[in-house]
């Protein structure tokens, strides 16, 4: 191993404790802004968002549901959860590229199966469409693996309407073409025209402008959702 060859520091990616902790401090945020949650749906790739999620609903919102929610083509998370141990697959081919991976860490199964509620799959048919909605209601362009969560609600709907739940959005604009299928690529220089443009539009919902990484919380009742930027 290169860094036992060199004396460097190993720094997983995922699988430690001072990882794991890290990643939940995004939840202890939410938390705090927003109070007790019913449900929280996160994405899921090797499992340290999640469980660190899963260590700040258990200090801060003990009541709250916890879901991950994976491609369908590479539900090894919800196969370990079922199995009881870590299942390793193939790198799956899907668009959500952020979720290719094979297996879930060590540490973060643990954690994971003690105190996550369950592993949803979705498809990346249901991903296209989640974009979909986000680029044409929201206005905002969010990346396949960015939808996990947002495609699982709209599964649930039914059964969530009347409780308030939360699910994350990550805008990337560097990968979000499929050339021949689902988009078309912008001209040259569309972005340098466009970006005066977007800072002349006076700031949106409660004072602020839409940011990269902006939680949406929604009440879902009636089978009707509103939203505001957080």
Same mark, same amino acid.
């Given at each position: 191993?290169?860094?036992?060859?060199?004396?460097?520091?190993?720094?997983?990616?995922?699988?430690?404790?001072?990882?794991?902790?890290?990643?939940?401090?995004?939840?202890?945020?939410?938390?705090?802004?927003?109070?007790?949650?019913?449900?929280?749906?996160?994405?899921?790739?090797?499992?340290?968002?999640?469980?660190?999620?899963?260590?700040?609903?258990?200090?801060?919102?003990?009541?709250?549901?916890?879901?991950?929610?994976?491609p369908e083509a590479g539900n090894d998370?919800?196969?370990?959860?079922?199995?009881?141990?870590?299942?390793?697959?193939?790198?799956?081919?899907? =668009?959500?590229?952020?979720?290719? $991976?094979? %297996?879930?860490? !060590?540490?973060?199964?643990?954690?994971? @199966? +003690?105190?996550?509620?369950?592993?949803?799959?979705?498809?990346?048919?249901?991903?296209?469409?989640?974009?979909?909605?986000?680029?044409?209601?929201?206005?905002?362009?969010?990346?396949?693996?960015?939808?996990?969560?947002?495609?699982?609600?709209?599964?649930?709907?039914?059964?969530?309407?009347?409780?308030?739940?939360?699910?994350?959005?990550?805008?990337?604009?560097?990968?979000?073409?499929?050339?021949?299928?689902?988009?078309?690529?912008?001209?040259?220089?569309?972005?340098?025209?466009?970006?005066?443009? =977007?800072?002349?539009?006076?700031? $949106?919902? %409660?004072?602020? !402008?839409?940011?990269?990484?902006?939680? @949406? +919380?929604?009440?879902?009742?009636?089978?009707?959702?509103?939203?505001?930027?957080?």
């Open positions: 191993m290169l860094a036992a060859e060199r004396g460097l520091t190993l720094i997983p990616p995922y699988d430690h404790p001072h990882v794991i902790a890290g990643q939940g401090t995004a939840a202890k945020e939410l938390f705090e802004e927003v109070g007790d949650l019913d449900a929280l749906f996160v994405s899921l790739g090797e499992g340290g968002l999640l469980s660190g999620t899963a260590l700040s609903a258990q200090a801060l919102s003990p009541g709250c549901k916890l879901y991950g929610v994976e998370g919800q196969r370990s959860l079922r199995q009881g141990s870590i299942v390793r697959i193939d790198t799956p081919k899907t =668009i959500a590229d952020g979720a290719q $991976t094979q %297996r879930l860490g !060590t540490q973060t199964f643990a954690i994971i @199966r +003690r105190d996550v509620d369950d592993i949803l799959t979705v498809t990346d048919a249901e991903l296209v469409e989640s974009m979909r909605t986000f680029a044409s209601v929201m206005k905002i362009v969010v990346k396949p693996t960015g939808c996990l969560g947002f495609a699982a609600v709209r599964e649930l709907a039914p059964r969530l309407r009347g409780h308030v739940v939360e699910h994350g959005v990550r805008i990337e604009y560097g990968r979000r073409a499929f050339p021949g299928r689902r988009v078309r690529p912008d001209g040259r220089g569309g972005c340098v025209r466009s970006t005066p443009l =977007i800072s002349s539009v006076p700031a $949106t919902g %409660r004072g602020r !402008t839409p940011r990269s990484g902006c939680r @949406r +919380r929604a009440r879902l009742a009636g089978g009707a959702g509103s939203g505001h930027c957080a």
